[in-house]
Structures are given as C-alpha cells and as structure tokens.
DNA sequence: CGGGGAATTCCACAAGAGGGGAGTTAGGAT
DNA sequence: ATCCTAACTCCCCTCTTGTGGAATTCCCCG
C-alpha cells in the first residue's frame, strides 16, 4: 500500500451547506467555558472545529466579536433567574436555587456561564460585557428597586460562590454534597435573602 | 549641554544590599493579584520591579516556582478562617464574615488572595495549589468531622461569591452596599451555615 | 589580597499569539 | 451561461512568551 499522498485539504469553497459557522461557535463555546478568554486561542478553536483559522477572521473578524456572538449574545439568561426571583415569594428561594445550578449543568448553558465566569475573573472586557448583561436585567427584573436589587445581588452572589467552588475550582466538601442535599442546604438561605424572613 | 550619552544600565552585582529578591515577589504578588497566573508575564514582573527577566530566572528558576514563593507560600491565611470558624459558636458567623472581608481588604491579604482566585479560575495547576492548600486546612481543623467541613465549606463558598462580585467582577449592588451592612446581611447567614441555627 | 560564587546584564531561541492579504473554488442571482 | 459574492486555504508579519546561556561585576571568606 503505497503511502498516501498527503495531500493537503482543497482550497476553495466547500459543496453543499457545510455548518462551518455554527462549529466554530460550538468550538469556541466550549474553549472559552474550559480556559477562558485569554486562554482559548483563535487557534486551538479553529483546530477543535477542523477549520482553517482564517475563517474565524473571515466570519467573525477578531476575537471579542466571537467571544461575543459565541457567548456573550446566547445570555438569555439573566432573566431567568430574576424571573424565578419574582415568583410566588413563597418558594422563590428554591426556584432561584433550581433555576441556578440547572444554569450550569444544563448542556446547552454550563458552557456558557462558565465561559463567563472564567473569563470575567481575568479579562477586563469580559468583566464588563458580564455587567453590562447583568446590570440592565436587574434593573430591569426590579423596576429599579434598589434595596430589592440588592437582595437579588446577594442571593446571586452566593448562587456564585457555591458554583465557582462546585464547578470551576471544585472544592471538595462542595463538590461532594449531593445535589439534592446541595438544594435544600441553599434554598433557605436564598429565600432568606431575597425575602429577609 | 550635549545629549546624554543613553547608555544601558551596567552589568554585573550591585553595590550594597539590594533588596531585588523582594521586589521581585512584591511585583509578582501584584501582578498575579491584577492579571492573574496567565496574564501576568514575567517580563511585565521584571519590568515592575525594575529587573532584568532573567533576575527572576535565577531566583525562582521557572514560573510556577515563583507563584508558589509569592503567593502560595504566603497563605498562612486559611487557619485564620477555621479558627474564627470554630470561635465562640455564637458569634462565629460574625467573627467569619469579618475575617473573611478583612482577607481581601488588608493590603498585605488582600493581593494574595486576589491573586489566588483570580488564577485558580483559569490554570489548573493555580486550582491544584488551591485545593492543596485548602483541603487539609479545613481537615485539620474539624478533626475530620466531614459534616462540619461541609458546613464551613457552603459559609466559605457563600463569602467567595461575595468577594468576587465585589471585589473581581465589581457587581454593582454588591459594590455599593456599605461595608457595615454589608457584613449585617451576611454575618447571620454564615452563622446558620456553621451551626445549622 | 585573592578567588569563588552570587547578582546582574544582554542576547538568542523556538513556540505560539492575533491579525492581514492573496488566491481558489463553489453557490446563486441575473 | 455569466459574474458577483461568500466560503475556504495558505502564507506572512509582527509581537510576546517562557526559557536558556554567556559575560560582567561585585561581595565576602580565606
């Protein structure tokens, strides 16, 4: 069997309708969430999604821009949680809890709220499209109610933590507590949090 | 007057007690805290401490060995959690939650466990110290009693997203909250993470 | 008053980053 | 059937990174 001929991939345009677009998207989704922002390059992305890296300058034009489209703009997500908050206020602590952690083990949404969280801790323009993403939603989900802002914020705040320390860090004691447990250990207190009872 | 005759700093030891060894750490401390692991180069380090590159060479030998001696080591820190922790039960939410806020405010903490957290998020082997350095903190000081390390775990995890809306990611409602109250929302909530109360 | 080792400089290197441009092929509108 | 545009690959450039080594100067111990 004579080797074969190493010939290099055809230049030129693909037949048929090639979801090029979208891997590099799926690609770059799941660097981001894995190394963050700084640490996911252009290359290492093009290469998980077999493609040249010149297309993602062809598609997207630099690197904020993808961060943007391939995470930042699939942030429907805000509203979610400070729609649980609003909810029957008997039970918006569990829903918020639920809400939460379903927010990073769902499939489609672990990704990118990691991918956020990663980036945010060390880049600066990452920090702020999560605050400009975040901040309107607040406002919004309150009515620009400040002092319910703030208990939201809190609540939120220690939805992170529990996070950073179960998802991204992975602490020990946290990563062992079953889910279930995890729930009902948390639901209280963000009730108590965005209640003050 | 004629033009200054630009010429580079001389090579060779310097006269006197030149205190590099540490001003290399101070800068290194620093830039870990601002950029975190990845983001602070060793050059960005040297130049901050005034320093040729290859002075951090000879010191630390490579990266990671600097980071551990600037940061890592300097993290006599998490004993000082446990024991507020384990303080007069009733008061030891309080006494946690202060300990905790001072950690990132103290100048002296503060750029440690900024840097701390800000690497963790983004290099595993940042993460690795972390865990290494936390895990037998927390075992030691409950005995081996994994109930109350899961408890003190969910009040430190509840703090660590605090400190990273307010002093990281800069959220907003978080930031704004006044210290003082800020600590009057918290304190209650870490108590009944400790005790169960 | 030597001499060895430590502190310090500069230079070099290979690898990888993001970005840009030129050229090739296919799809779709006319 | 023709042409414009979009998809696609390859090559290049410049900058930065971590690391290594050679050369110089000074301190300190004998």
């Given at each position: 069997m004579p080797a074969p001929p190493e010939r290099p991939r055809p230049t030129g345009r693909r037949p048929g309708d090639s979801g090029t677009r979208d891997a590099i998207l799926d690609a770059a989704l799941a660097l981001f969430a894995e190394r963050g922002y700084d640490g996911a390059s252009l290359r290492a992305i093009a290469a998980a999604a077999g493609v040249d890296p010149g297309l993602i300058r062809h598609f997207f034009g630099d690197k904020e821009a993808l961060f943007a489209t391939a995470v930042a703009d699939r942030m429907q997500v805000a509203h979610l949680l400070a729609r649980a908050a609003s909810a029957d206020p008997t039970t918006a602590g569990r829903a918020m809890t639920e809400a939460y952690l379903g927010l990073w083990e769902g499939p489609d949404t672990g990704p990118i709220v990691r991918a956020l969280v990663r980036s945010a801790t060390t880049s600066e323009s990452a920090a702020r499209m999560m605050r400009e993403m975040i901040g309107p939603r607040i406002h919004d989900a309150t009515g620009g109610d400040t002092a319910l802002a703030g208990r939201i914020a809190l609540a939120a705040s220690n939805l992170l933590g529990v996070a950073m320390a179960r998802?991204?860090?992975?602490v020990g004691p946290v990563v062992d507590l079953p889910r279930d447990e995890l729930v009902d250990r948390l639901a209280p207190v963000v009730q108590h949090y965005l209640t003050g009872a």
């Amino acid at each position: 069997m004579p080797a074969p001929p190493e010939r290099p991939r055809p230049t030129g345009r693909r037949p048929g309708d090639s979801g090029t677009r979208d891997a590099i998207l799926d690609a770059a989704l799941a660097l981001f969430a894995e190394r963050g922002y700084d640490g996911a390059s252009l290359r290492a992305i093009a290469a998980a999604a077999g493609v040249d890296p010149g297309l993602i300058r062809h598609f997207f034009g630099d690197k904020e821009a993808l961060f943007a489209t391939a995470v930042a703009d699939r942030m429907q997500v805000a509203h979610l949680l400070a729609r649980a908050a609003s909810a029957d206020p008997t039970t918006a602590g569990r829903a918020m809890t639920e809400a939460y952690l379903g927010l990073w083990e769902g499939p489609d949404t672990g990704p990118i709220v990691r991918a956020l969280v990663r980036s945010a801790t060390t880049s600066e323009s990452a920090a702020r499209m999560m605050r400009e993403m975040i901040g309107p939603r607040i406002h919004d989900a309150t009515g620009g109610d400040t002092a319910l802002a703030g208990r939201i914020a809190l609540a939120a705040s220690n939805l992170l933590g529990v996070a950073m320390a179960r998802y991204v860090i992975g602490v020990g004691p946290v990563v062992d507590l079953p889910r279930d447990e995890l729930v009902d250990r948390l639901a209280p207190v963000v009730q108590h949090y965005l209640t003050g009872a």
